[in-house]
């Protein structure tokens, strides 16, 4: 896959970039202040940040971890994206035949991998328990 340019994906939304805390400095779209959004308030707390870690190593690692097809998850009818890849490329070539519509789904896929792989290095280089790593 060929080099991503995010500012061209997300027209400068930083929520794109996997490799960023986007949440810490959010603000209120248009607000005459810059008052920060619910999530970068919750961000000043450490018990906040503190769960969030808690909630990513129990939670969301595995699963990424599966998507990415590094483990075996115990969730059912959790697949890797490599197999959800095959379902999404039938599903995009029945939309052709009805629509005639080119959906482009190798870029969208290869998009989402490389969002996951990045985004679960990022975080685990941070917030991965001392006794995972």
Known sequence: MGAINLDDLNEGFI???PETFWVNTGTIHNHPDDMPHIMA???????FRE???EIWNEVFAPV???LLGENAVELENLKSIHEYEDIIRNSAKMEWMR????FRHEEEVNFIIYFIERRFDFLNERWRYASQR
């Open 41 to 47: 308030a919750l961000w000043q707390h450490e018990s």
């Open 15 to 17: 929520i794109a970039n």
């Open 99 to 102: 629509w005639e519509i080119d």
């Open 64 to 66: 990424a971890a599966g």
């Open 51 to 53: 769960l969030s870690m």
